[in-house]
């Protein structure tokens, strides 16, 4: 029950994969050298001091971060508009898990993701991140009023938004028994909410609710130079007409 419930993991981590891919296709194509950041290794070093990065894991993250942070507005900040664009391919419409994408990796709550926070929230996915980042990173995912505990309503509403994304049909008395079958499990007050003790004990006790917390290939993002100083990412399929449409220059 708990791994349908708290399936709502999953775009999410699906929307780290799509933001990833869709700009390593521009970074598969090489980059003259003036086009690099001037950011020193000191700098990256810093960053992989305190995540599961490399600096150069870091270095590779902040090409793709380049890209995204100049799809509209060209002022080295992502924007939420941007991160919409690179997602959904629209700048038209509402998205509930776009929504949270952008609030949890917008640590300052600023209205814009600095370098930095990109780093930071994608390191929870790293395969060498610490458990105790990924239970709090799920738990803040659910906690979509920021109270400090998990309630019904919101489970309901990214779970709904969840089945109408994947178009999964679920009766609304088949969701609410799932729903109170797991709190019922969860809330080990029995108060109605889930707070993060309930959250990491249940967690604990059922591991593979986190399985899409994990991206492996962050392990081995690389990012190399030929002898000509260029920069050189791997490429990856994705749809080459809607970054012609979009203007990506890459």
């Known amino acids: 029950m708990g791994d349908t419930l708290f399936a709502a993991i999953r775009p999410l981590r699906g929307f780290i994969e799509a933001l990833i891919f869709s700009f390593a296709l521009c970074c598969g ?5 003036d086009c690099l950041h001037e950011d020193s290794f000191d ?3 810093c960053l992989a001091n305190t995540t599961p ?4 894991e870091i270095e590779a993250l902040r090409e793709l971060y380049k890209k995204l942070s100049n799809l509209l507005i060209d002022d080295g900040l992502i924007h939420k508009e941007e991160l919409q664009v690179a ?3 629209t700048r038209d419409g509402e998205n509930l898990f776009l929504d949270r994408v ?4 917008d640590e300052k709550k600023n209205g814009v993701i600095e370098f930095e926070e990109f780093v930071h929230a994608l390191s929870v996915f790293h395969p060498r991140a610490p458990l105790e980042d990924k239970i709090d990173f799920a738990f803040r995912l659910y906690d979509l009023t920021q109270t400090g505990y998990i309630e019904k309503e919101e489970v309901r509403k990214l779970v709904v938004a969840f089945l109408s994304e994947s178009a999964i049909k679920l009766s609304d008395e088949s969701l609410e028994a799932i729903i109170d079958e797991t709190f019922a499990d969860a809330d080990a007050d029995k108060d109605g909410k889930i707070d993060k003790d309930d959250w990491k004990d249940f967690v604990l006790r059922h591991p593979t609710l986190l399985k899409n917390m994990t991206l492996p290939y962050l392990q081995i993002l690389s990012f190399t130079r030929d002898i000509l100083g260029t920069a050189v990412f791997p490429s990856f399929n994705v749809d080459t007409n ?3 449409r979009t203007h990506w220059r890459c």
């Open 43 to 45: 700098d990256l070093d």
């Open 53 to 56: 990065f490399t600096a150069n």
């Open 29 to 33: 194509r090489q980059l003259p050298s």
């Open 87 to 89: 997602l959904l391919r």
């Open 102 to 105: 952008f609030d949890l990796f």
């Open 242 to 244: 809607f970054v012609e």
